[in-house]
């Protein structure tokens, strides 16, 4: 192994399956695994799951990994440490798949128009800035659950008004509207609250928040597709402007897929 490339010299230091450490050691940033490979004499070597490790604490040209499955690893005497925990950091920060299991998102029955697209504008705009960042908080903020939940209620208040123009008729339908989105508002508040406990989360846990955050991010985009698909009829209501349009779409893909 040369160094480059990824590949730093460093003095590692700490333990590992009951073994004392202290040995000069070459680390390299492998996919998804920290190879640290020591003692000279004969050579060892240490992997170390990127989800096994629950933080990374640079401080005074010291990193300190601090992994699940054990104690934790020093490392220090490396220029290059803090380039190694950016990366280490991207590693981490693979934004998980969020739609794959979602039942109404990629239903054809439930998208007959843009209003599906529109109710699920919000989030996947912010998945896609997730999933283009690689740090912790650039994916926080991306997901920013007060600006989801405005969203969400001026689009309910735009449906109603699409279909209805009576200003009765319109508070009402987006009151209904408001009540079935009850889950994923509550959802967004949980996800906010995580948010706020990942900002102020230390470093040494950091990544084990950012893992608790992103299940409750996946909560959010299940919530939103429940809503959905409780809303479509709702929404189908042909007193509404364009709700006959929805209505025999609807209808017409259920007849065929009974015959």
């Given at each position: 192994?040369?160094?480059g490339?990824?590949?730093?010299?460093?003095?590692?230091q700490?333990?590992?399956?009951?073994?004392?450490?202290?040995?000069?050691?070459?680390?390299?940033?492998?996919?998804?695994?920290?190879?640290?490979?020591?003692?000279?004499?004969?050579p060892?070597?240490?992997?170390?799951?990127?989800?096994?490790i629950?933080?990374?604490?640079l401080?005074?040209?010291?990193?300190?990994?601090?992994?699940?499955?054990?104690?934790?690893?020093?490392?220090?005497?490396?220029p290059?440490l803090?380039g190694?925990?950016?990366?280490?950091e991207?590693?981490?920060?693979?934004?998980?798949?969020?739609?794959?299991?979602?039942?109404?998102?990629?239903?054809?029955?439930?998208?007959?128009?843009?209003?599906?697209?529109?109710?699920?504008?919000?989030l996947?705009?912010?998945?896609?800035?997730?999933?283009?960042?690689r740090?912790?908080?650039?994916?926080?903020?991306?997901?920013d659950?007060?600006?989801?939940?405005?969203?969400?209620?001026?689009?309910?208040?735009?449906?109603?008004?699409e279909?209805?123009?009576?200003?009765?008729?319109r508070?009402a339908?987006?009151a209904?509207?408001e009540?079935?989105?009850?889950?994923?508002t509550?959802?967004l508040r949980?996800?906010?609250?995580?948010?706020?406990?990942?900002r102020?989360?230390?470093?040494?846990?950091?990544?084990?928040q950012?893992?608790?955050?992103?299940?409750?991010?996946?909560r959010?985009?299940r919530?939103?597709?429940d809503?959905?698909?409780?809303?479509?009829?709702v929404?189908c209501?042909s007193?509404?402007?364009?709700?006959?349009l929805?209505r025999?779409?609807?209808?017409?893909?259920?007849?065929?897929?009974?015959?």
């Open positions: 192994m040369r160094l490339d990824g590949l730093l010299s460093a003095r590692l700490g333990a590992w399956q009951d073994r004392s450490l202290d040995f000069d050691a070459l680390v390299q940033l492998e996919e998804r695994m920290v190879q640290v490979t020591f003692n000279s004499a004969k060892e070597r240490i992997d170390i799951d990127v989800d096994d629950d933080g990374a604490v401080v005074d040209d010291t990193l300190t990994l601090h992994v699940s499955t054990g104690t934790p690893i020093v490392l220090y005497g490396s290059h803090e190694f925990r950016h990366r280490l991207a590693a981490v920060c693979s934004f998980p798949a969020q739609t794959l299991s979602l039942r109404g998102f990629g239903s054809e029955r439930s998208a007959p128009g843009s209003d599906h697209d529109r109710w699920f504008e919000a996947l705009t912010s998945r896609r800035v997730a999933e283009e960042t740090t912790v908080e650039t994916q926080r903020r991306a997901f659950a007060d600006r989801l939940s405005r969203h969400a209620q001026a689009l309910r208040n735009e449906l109603a008004a279909r209805h123009t009576s200003p009765a008729d508070r339908l987006a209904e509207l009540e079935l989105a009850a889950p994923f509550a959802a949980n996800l906010e609250s995580a948010a706020t406990e990942l102020h989360a230390a470093h040494a846990r950091q990544f084990e950012w893992r608790r955050w992103t299940g409750l991010v996946q959010a985009f919530a939103a597709d809503v959905w698909t409780l809303m479509v009829p929404l209501d007193r509404g402007a364009k709700g006959t929805w025999r779409i609807l209808s017409g893909r259920s007849s065929r897929g009974g015959a």
